[in-house]
């Protein structure tokens, strides 16, 4: 009897949730008049009901139509397509139409085809139940306009498709220096559809076009035109505002991606800059706000170990791990790897051994993973590197043998990791030895082969043999190679 008074509806959280209170009650099953009148012994309880349960459709009727009159400024045409929808349940067609008018107005500004599409086929349906003849310029319009934006989406779709495959083999191989993985990357990237971008019938297809061109050109290694096409991304991000208010987490990552082949390429100037862009950029929902979270906290950590400030990035370390905690099971194991073992990379450059190692050991604990099994090899050798360094004992061995079946022999990575995993069962009784600095020395030759391949790690990896073999600080090794 508590919806007497139904006035409640246009104040505090029920306003904003009346749309959804509607939809529940236009949907409510009827109570079975059996249970209820064993239940409760006044006759004229069921009328009463009847009466309240009225009065509240009436009151939520009138706060729909209310708040869609009042409606402005909104950029959501979803909550237009659920409006529309609602209102075509009700009979009340016309108000539907306007209602999806509005919402396909949005999408349209937004770029949002997908949402045009289901807008303009759900006003498809709305105009047969109305009168033909008054409308019939506007059925036209709808149907022209409804067969536009489905080839868009199907355009889309395809640009989408070849995105996601290339960013894949991205992802998994780094460099496509396979057989198989070349011949696959290259059939993706002859498809006619890249061979121009004006192929592309909308901005978000552009925008994959753009990202296919990136990772192509990044998977054979060329740097200038990986830049060029990130720049291209970034730009076409930047010519439509109401896009970015639409993906917020998307447009930071294109910002990301940017910034990544700047300090790439050792042009730093426009970073601090681009990163306080980021910082600006909205988020919506949990999700967007941990990818931005993320986006962020690792651009400023690769700015600060590419310019040297270790420590400015070892300041943030709370923020992150506060971040990795609040955000749980939300991050993807990737991006949690790449945060964990960036901080273990600033504690070590920055001489905190004990730390670093503490990173290297927290990777391990994660698990077996499935994702960016470059780090997680990378993160084994480092704590067996570490836990050699700090501990004499001879207690080496086992951790030596649990690791080698961690490294993975189809991965990029793979020679590598073997390489040091053999120096290091030949010379780790030696290393702390007169004898263990030449070995060191004979180590770092090894490492060059790999860091001219640009594999992950190999730079730092040497740096640390170096400094170890000359007495050096690895601080300041970094630091000139830096320059």
Same mark, same amino acid.
């Given at each position: 009897m508590s919806c007497k008074e139904s006035s409640f509806l246009n104040e505090g959280k029920w306003q904003a949730q009346r749309t959804v209170l509607f939809t529940a009650l236009l949907n409510q099953k009827s109570q079975s008049e059996t249970k209820i009148n064993s239940a409760i012994f006044e006759p004229d309880y069921l009328a009463v009901i009847s009466i309240e349960k009225n009065r509240m459709y009436k009151a939520l009727l009138a706060t729909v139509l209310d708040h869609r009159r009042r409606r402005e400024n909104t950029n959501s045409p979803t909550d237009c397509f659920?409006?529309?929808?609602?209102?075509?349940?009700?009979?009340?067609?016309?108000?539907?139409v306007q209602s999806a008018q509005e919402g396909i107005a949005l999408a349209i500004t937004s770029e949002d085809v997908i949402t045009e599409l289901a807008l303009r086929e759900h006003l498809r349906t709305v105009f047969k139940s109305m009168p033909r003849k008054p409308i019939e310029n506007a059925i036209n319009h709808n149907e022209y306009c409804l067969d536009m934006v489905g080839q868009k989406v199907q355009n889309l779709?395809?640009?989408?498709?070849?995105?996601?495959?290339?960013?894949?083999?991205?992802?998994?191989?780094?460099?496509?220096?396979?057989?198989?993985?070349?011949?696959?990357?290259?059939?993706?990237?002859?498809?006619?559809?890249?061979?121009?971008m004006k192929l592309a019938m909308s901005l978000?297809?552009?925008?994959?076009?753009?990202?296919?061109?990136?990772?192509?050109?990044?998977?054979?290694?060329?740097?200038?035109?990986?830049?060029?096409?990130?720049?291209?991304?970034?730009?076409?991000?930047?010519?439509?505002?109401?896009?970015?208010?639409?993906l917020p987490h998307n447009y930071c990552e294109a910002i990301s991606n940017y910034l990544g082949q700047l300090l790439l390429r050792g042009q730093t100037e426009q970073v601090p800059t681009l990163l306080r862009k980021m910082e600006q950029v909205p988020t919506a929902g949990r999700r967007s706000e941990m990818m931005?979270?993320?986006?962020?906290?690792?651009?400023?950590?690769?700015?600060?170990?590419?310019?040297?400030?270790?420590e400015l990035a070892i300041a943030r370390e709370d923020k992150l791990l506060n971040g990795i905690k609040a955000f749980g099971k939300l991050m993807t194991e990737s991006k949690k790897l790449?945060?964990?073992?960036?901080m273990g990379v600033c504690h070590l450059l920055a001489g905190h051994v004990q730390l670093a190692k503490n990173?290297?050991? $927290?990777?391990?604990? =994660? @698990?077996?993973?499935?994702? *960016? !099994?470059?780090?997680?090899?990378? #993160?084994?050798i480092w704590r067996l590197f570490l836990l050699l360094e700090l501990d004499k004992d001879d207690r080496f061995a086992p951790f030596l043998?649990?690791?080698?079946?961690?490294?993975?022999?189809?991965?990029?990575?793979?020679?590598?990791?073997e390489t040091i995993y053999t120096w290091l069962k030949?010379?780790?009784?030696?290393?702390?030895?007169?004898?263990?600095?030449?070995?060191?020395?004979?180590?770092?030759?090894?490492?060059?082969?790999?860091? $001219?391949?640009?594999? =992950? @790690?190999?730079?730092?990896? *040497? !740096?640390?043999?170096?400094?170890? #073999?000359?007495?050096?600080?690895i601080r300041d090794l970094y630091a000139v190679s830096l320059h």
């Open positions: 659920e409006e529309s929808r609602l209102l075509l349940s009700l009979g009340l067609l016309e108000e539907a779709i395809q640009y989408t498709l070849i995105n996601d495959r290339l960013g894949d083999y991205n992802m998994r191989f780094r460099v496509a220096d396979r057989k198989n993985v070349r011949q696959a990357v290259d059939q993706l990237i002859a498809n006619p559809l890249m061979a121009d978000p297809a552009q925008i994959k076009f753009a990202y296919s061109w990136a990772f192509y050109y990044s998977s054979i290694g060329n740097n200038a035109d990986t830049a060029k096409y990130f720049e291209l991304l970034l730009n076409l991000w930047e010519s439509n505002p109401a896009y970015i208010a639409h931005t979270f993320c986006a962020i906290e690792l651009q400023y950590q690769l700015y600060y170990l590419n310019t040297n400030q270790l790449a945060l964990l073992y960036n990173y290297f050991i $927290q990777i391990r604990d =994660l @698990g077996d993973l499935h994702s *960016r !099994l470059d780090l997680q090899g990378l #993160a084994r043998r649990n690791s080698k079946r961690f490294f993975n022999a189809n991965h990029p990575s793979y020679p590598m990791e030949k010379y780790h009784t030696t290393f702390h030895s007169a004898e263990g600095k030449s070995q060191l020395q004979s180590l770092c030759t090894e490492l060059q082969q790999y860091e $001219q391949q640009k594999i =992950l @790690g190999a730079e730092e990896l *040497r !740096l640390w043999a170096s400094s170890r #073999a000359s007495g050096k600080s």
